[in-house]
């Protein structure tokens, strides 16, 4: 499956197509934006006005899936609200994604560490519901698993809500491949609402998901959304022959992944895409977008140039060879032989 990008009438700039979530009726644009740095700590977005010139740049730019979660936020929150907020008359035109199960420091009330349990997801959605300002969520997510409770009982929740009309489609996040068979076969044997889309840590830099996550979604027709498609920022060209820019987040917020991180490989990418007179940008999101279980990649933005271009990215189409020199540059995961 690979993206497909228009250029509306008077502009330059391609926008977005859609694509199917999986085996659902859900369209997605084959770029969404992703709302953790809404109301984010010492970001633009910090406020509401600068979180809403980024959520307007979206939609300016064709973007119409905008995932966020209900611990986003300089407090759990907070994210919603400013979606919420600034898409005001526009709900209806977008697909909203908000998720549930990890911390949110007694916002959805007391856990008893069993975010997936009927009476906690029952509260959470509540929660989410009201901060965003909507009667319904397109798409809601399973934030993390739980070994508190038995997923047949959290399917069974999730059930309920779609047939109460609160939400239409369901999805999870950082699952292993196991995990998202279980959820598939209890769905299948309880008769209950199926997971339809997968979001897990996927980039050139990072291809773990390749060894389960991937099979398993191809093999239950469920999508899957890429988060950090940017390997937090090392796949933007910001970095390129080891540069520490004294603005880049990485130098301030995790200094150690630039202490691991690929230099030769990244040098390599940066020659392969001056070849080509294209951005790393572009690579990685052009690459993911040929993936054929990626129904959208999901990029956080704090300004309206950083969502213009990331909207922008995925119109490349790499190649068969664009795509085997990217696997020398950056090798397939592979499983390690038992002894």
């Known amino acids: 499956m690979t993206a497909s990008f228009t250029t509306p009438a008077g502009t330059d700039a391609p926008v977005p197509s859609t694509r199917r979530l999986g085996r659902s009726g859900l369209a997605v644009s084959a770029v969404g934006l992703g709302c953790n740095n809404l109301g984010r700590t010492d970001a633009a977005t910090t406020t509401f006005e600068g979180s809403r010139d980024v959520v307007h740049a979206a ?87 739980d070994d ?98 004294a603005d880049g987040r990485l130098v301030r917020a995790k200094p150690h992944l630039l202490e691991t991180a690929p230099w030769e490989a990244l040098d390599r990418l940066h020659a392969f895409c001056a070849v080509r007179g294209i951005t790393e940008v572009q690579v990685a999101f052009g690459w993911l977008l040929s993936r054929p279980q990626v129904s959208s990649v999901i990029a956080g933005a704090t300004t309206p140039d950083q969502v213009r271009q990331n909207a922008a990215a995925g119109a490349w189409e790499p190649s068969p060879d664009d795509l085997a020199e990217l696997d020398e540059i950056f090798p397939p995961a592979r499983k390690v032989a038992p002894f």
């Open 59 to 145: 939609l300016d730019a064709g973007i119409s899936f905008f995932d966020t979660a209900d611990n986003y936020g300089a407090e759990p929150g907070l994210s919603e609200q400013f979606l919420g907020r600034a898409l005001g008359s526009r709900r209806e035109d977008v697909v909203v994604a908000t998720k549930f199960g990890m911390g949110v420091r007694g916002l959805n009330g007391p856990d008893f560490r069993a975010r997936g349990s009927r009476r906690y997801v029952m509260k959470a959605v509540e929660g989410s519901l009201r901060r965003l300002g909507t009667d319904y969520l397109d798409l809601y997510q399973f934030h993390t698993p």
């Open 148 to 245: 508190q409770t038995p997923i047949d009982e959290t399917l069974s929740a999730l059930d309920d809500l779609v047939r109460q009309g609160k939400v239409r489609y369901v999805g999870h996040s950082n699952r292993a491949g196991w995990q998202i068979a279980e959820a598939e076969l209890t769905a299948r044997a309880t008769g209950t609402t199926r997971f339809v889309s997968a979001q897990n840590q996927y980039n050139l830099i990072d291809r773990a998901a390749e060894l389960e996550v991937l099979p398993a979604a191809a093999a239950y027709g469920i999508g899957v959304l890429p988060f950090f498609p940017l390997a937090n920022g090392l796949l933007t060209g910001k970095y390129a022959g080891g540069a520490r820019p």
